[in-house]
């Protein structure tokens, strides 16, 4: 294949690049998507949790290296595909509480201001919730930020979740709604988290962004589509072009402008991968931070169990508590957040159970799913330096975490445990562990200073004129929310930047 020229070229097309190609496919740029993975196939097997958990169909194949303690192999839990990672998101798309974009004292040390507050950030979190179809509904969440209503009216809780939403008051908590992206057609089905919906109805990067950029005839696709490395003037001041691995050949794509939005473990390796004479630790890395302050929360999941009553609810993620999230709240100090989840099937729970539990017979573990209403406790994590990405051997990636933050979070779970055995339940609790990477964020962190930071605030590299990284790799901090809507919010913002900029001098 012979090499390619566009205006400005967009790898990866989750919640980051998915979000700018929408975005800036109205100003007539020739604009080329990269994607290493293809289109999810709308097909049966979308709803089945033995096809998506017990043979991972759907899953990438790689495995990274945990490079904490005894260095052993491991899936991670990412996918690669046209939407990316939010093809399986469970879709609960919060913004940031005014709160999270300043500095902020934890339990064990401190969460760090953002270089943009909320006010900056709420057009475009109004913007980003009219794409991804959001419903919600404000002034119920102690904790909720100034902002209008939401676009969409909140999904109404079911039967068994009302009846706990009224024990939760009564406990002189203030259950909301959770914000939840979904589109028309949704039949409120089971299978939401961590499944690709078969009618396309829940709102992710591919149906609300992909789809509708390529209606421009200046939007190009190109699946399978791997990124190898960005190459650099001899200065090392711009990108001049991607090498793309793409039907076995290497193609080399010009652009003056490039936006990297891989995810944030593949962001930083792509920038680490992207070695040369000006830049020998990796490009855009004179500080030495791509790659580092990797974060992706606490986060433990909380079987509750009424042992009198079988849960008949089909769709049961609708409700946050977040009176916990703020040093105001009951225990004076930043614990985190509760939501409810979509409900787990036996053949989940059996797949993802450690070995001793995978000789338990199936009904065991029906009579299990039957009877429990599950939770997710989500607590921030703070953006250690020694929490990084690296590219090892075969530009093998290599992952290095370790848990921070965790009194708190212990005192949310115990929080959390309590209160629902107040309300006469029996609790199981299981740590999503060192290894989870679904809410990755963190590795190439926006600031003013360049000696402490890798973008500026528009997530343009410092030392790169004209590169800039645009997913959950840009955080300086984690907060205690799902991270996608911010991404999108900010996707939306830099997008903005780049049409009344690079885009007026291409």
Sequence with gaps: MANA???????????????????????????????????????????????????????????????????????????YGVGGNTKFWGSALFRFRREDFD???????????????????APYYDRAERIYQVHGQH??????????????????????????????????LHPSALPLGLREGCVLCRTCNSFPCRIHAKSEADVCCVRPAL??????????????????????????????????????????????????????????????TAHPRGLANSSGLVGARYMAHLATMISAFDW??????????????????????RAGRPLGQIQSQGRTDPVVLKAESP??????PLGAWKWWADSA?????????????????????????????TRNNTSSHDELVSETSHLLRRM?????????????????????CFGSDPRVSVLDQFCRAHDVENLFVVDASFFPSSAAVNPGLTIAAQALRVADHIIDTDLRTT
Aim: glycine share 8%; hydrophobic share 35%; net charge negative.
């Design 5 to 79: 020229r566009f205006d400005l070229v967009i790898i990866g097309s989750g919640a980051g690049g998915g979000t700018m190609a929408y975005a800036l496919a109205p100003s007539g740029a020739r604009i080329l998507i990269l994607e290493r993975g293809d289109f999810v196939p709308q097909e049966e097997e979308n709803w089945s949790p033995e096809a998506v958990w017990k043979h991972r169909r759907y899953r990438q194949k790689e495995r990274w290296v945990d490079d904490t303690g005894l260095h052993r192999e491991f899936l991670p839990y990412t996918h």
């Design 103 to 121: 500095e902020t004292v934890h339990g064990d040390g401190i969460s760090p201001a953002w270089p943009i507050d909320y006010d900056t950030l």
């Design 139 to 172: 002034g119920v969440d102690p904790t909720d930020p100034p902002r209008a209503s939401y676009p969409y009216s909140a999904v109404p809780h079911a039967p068994r979740m009302q009846e706990l939403v009224e024990q939760f008051r009564a406990e002189g």
């Design 215 to 276: 209606q421009h005839s200046s939007v190009t696709l190109w699946t399978n589509a791997y990124a190898e490395r960005l190459v650099t003037d001899e200065r090392g001041g711009r990108v001049i072009a991607v090498d793309v691995v793409k039907d076995g050949a290497v193609v080399r794509v010009e652009a003056p402008i490039v936006v990297v939005s891989c995810g944030a473990v593949n962001s930083a390796a792509l920038l680490l991968r992207s070695t040369s």
């Design 308 to 329: 009198h009553r079988k849960n008949d609810t089909v769709f049961q993620k609708t409700v946050a508590i977040n009176d916990y999230y703020l040093a105001s709240g």
């Design 355 to 360: 070995w001793y539990g995978r000789w338990i």
């Design 373 to 401: 209403v599950d939770w997710l406790v989500m607590s921030e994590d703070l953006p250690h330096v020694e929490n990084r990405v690296a590219v090892g051997a075969h530009n093998r990636i290599h992952l290095r975490y």
């Design 424 to 444: 006469g339940f029996y609790t199981i609790k299981h740590s999503l562990g060192t290894r989870n990477t679904t809410h990755q964020c963190g590795t190439v």
